[in-house]
T-cell receptor, first 112, second 114 residues
C-alpha cells in the first residue's frame, strides 16, 4: 500500500459547482497535512495546511478524519482557474523533519 | 509566502556533460532543503535532503556520485547532475521548509539531455 494515495481523477466540474476528493495516508502518527496545487509544468504551491480537524480558506475546505486516516479537500463555487492537480502531502516520519510524502495528485478540470 | 528561486529554469545539454542547478531561499534561512524529480504525469519523488554544512542524505536508489549536492550556506543549495544521460531528463524541483513544516518550492528546472 502506498504511503499517500489519491484518486487521480480527472474530476470534471462545471463552473460554479462543488467538488470534493480524498487522500488516504498510512502513517497513523502523522500530525500535519498539506494540500498543494500544481499547474501543468509548474512547481507545487501551498494551498492549505491542516493540523487539527480541518481548515477553511475562502472557497476551500480541508477536513481531517484521523479514525479513517484520510483528509479531504472541498472546493465550492469552482472557478476556471481552479483547474489544476491537487497534491496531498504528509510528513514521512515524525523524526524526519521536513521530509514529505507526496500523493500522485488529483486532477480537477473546471469547465465553462 | 516564502520565495525560493531556482536557476536555470530550463537547460538542454548533451549526453555526458554535467549540469548545475542552483536553489536559493530568498526570504528565510533554510538549514534543510530538498531536491525532487518529477517525470511527466507522475508525483514528485524525493531525491535527497540537503543539509547546510554537512553531507546530503540520499533516498534509496539515488546515486550520490551522479547527483552531487552542496549546501554551502543557509540560503543556497546546488544540485549537479554529472555525466548526464537522456534518462536523466526530468523536471527537478528544490524546496525549503520553514519551522511550521510548510514547504515552499522553487519554480523548477526542466532538464533535457540530448
Amino acid at each position: 500500500r502506498k504511503e499517500v494515495e489519491q484518486d487521480p481523477g480527472p474530476f470534471n466540474v462545471p463552473e460554479g459547482a462543488t467538488v470534493a476528493f480524498n487522500c488516504t495516508y498510512s502513517n497513523s502518527a502523522s500530525q500535519s497535512f498539506f494540500w498543494y496545487r500544481q499547474d501543468c509544468r509548474k512547481e507545487p504551491k501551498l494551498l492549505m495546511s491542516v493540523y487539527s480537524s480541518g481548515n477553511e480558506d475562502g472557497r476551500f475546505t480541508a477536513q481531517l478524519n484521523r479514525a479513517s486516516q484520510y483528509i479531504s479537500l472541498l472546493i465550492r463555487d469552482s472557478k476556471l482557474s481552479d483547474s489544476a492537480t491537487y497534491l496531498c502531502v504528509v510528513p514521512m516520519t515524525t523524526d524526519s523533519w521536513g521530509k514529505f510524502q507526496f500523493g500522485a495528485g488529483t486532477q480537477v478540470v473546471v469547465t465553462p | 509566502g516564502a520565495v525560493v528561486s531556482q536557476h536555470p529554469s530550463w537547460v538542454i545539454c548533451k549526453s555526458g556533460t554535467s549540469v548545475k542547478i542552483e536553489c536559493r531561499s530568498l526570504d528565510f534561512q533554510a538549514t534543510t532543503m530538498f531536491w525532487y524529480r518529477q517525470f511527466p504525469k507522475q508525483s514528485l519523488m524525493l531525491m535527497a535532503t540537503s543539509n547546510e554544512g554537512s553531507k546530503a542524505t540520499y533516498e534509496q536508489g539515488v546515486e550520490k556520485d551522479k547527483f552531487l549536492i552542496n549546501h554551502a550556506s543557509l540560503t543556497l543549495s546546488t544540485l549537479t547532475v554529472t555525466s548526464a544521460h537522456p534518462e536523466d531528463s526530468s523536471f527537478y524541483i528544490c524546496s525549503a521548509t520553514n519551522t511550521a513544516y510548510e514547504q515552499y518550492f522553487g519554480p523548477g528546472t526542466r532538464l533535457t539531455v540530448t
